[in-house]
Every structure is written in structure tokens, then in C-alpha cells.
């Protein structure tokens, strides 16, 4: 079993930013890439961005390119999402979650809600 714990979320007016961390312990040698999601009220989940602990590949959402970063390293457990240039429509509840198997995200944490006031 992986536990994902997630910090960092908060109210900040747009242009802002925010570092979200998740930090994951318990069977982490299994995990292979680690991402973070978000779900707007009324809205299904999306993800964010990823990140693959083997090369560090990394990829983004269109609707975040340019604005949020991810990073992070295996040897310390732990992603990061640094999101610079908050707009409203970034208000979420954010998730981070770890992948063990092609098939999916296996691992989530409980959430962070991250509110952009205009």
C-alpha cells in the first residue's frame, strides 16, 4: 500500500501562485510516475500534470502549460506542483496520486482545495 499526503493549498488572488506537496509513504519503491489532478465543482476529474520517476518525463495539461510545474524525486518521495499565474478557473480541489502499473492511478491522497479569488 502507498499513503499520498498532500499540503500546501490555500486562497490566493488571481495572478498569484502556490506550491502544492504530496509526500508518499509505505511500499514507494513500486511507484513508477506520480500526478496530480483536480476536480472543479460540477466537473469530473482532470489531470494536471505527471511525472515518471524513470527519466522524469514529464507532462502538463494544455489548460496549465506554461503556468505550473511539476517535479519532484523518488529518492525523496515527494512531487511538488508549483502553480504560478493562478486564474478563477483553477479553483479546485486538488488530488496528487501515484501509479504502480500501466493500468492507471492506483494511489490517491485525500485532496488540498486551492481557491483563486479574482
Known amino acids: 500500500q502507498v499513503q499520498l499526503v498532500e499540503s500546501g493549498g490555500g486562497l490566493v488572488q488571481a495572478g498569484g501562485s502556490l506550491r502544492l506537496s504530496c509526500a508518499a509513504s509505505?511500499?514507494?519503491?513500486?511507484?513508477?510516475?506520480m500526478g496530480w489532478f483536480r476536480q472543479a465543482p460540477g466537473k469530473g476529474r482532470e489531470i494536471v500534470a505527471s511525472?515518471?520517476?524513470?527519466?522524469?518525463?514529464?507532462f502538463y495539461a494544455d489548460s496549465v502549460k506554461g503556468r505550473f510545474t511539476i517535479s519532484g524525486a523518488s529518492s525523496k518521495n515527494t512531487v511538488y506542483l508549483q502553480m504560478n499565474s493562478l486564474k478563477t478557473e483553477d479553483t479546485a480541489a486538488y488530488y496528487c496520486a501515484a501509479r504502480i502499473s500501466s493500468n492507471g492511478y492506483q494511489y490517491w491522497g485525500q485532496g488540498t482545495q486551492v481557491t483563486v479569488s479574482s
Open positions: 511525472i515518471t520517476w524513470s527519466g522524469l518525463t514529464t
Open positions: 509505505g511500499r514507494t519503491f513500486n511507484i513508477r510516475a
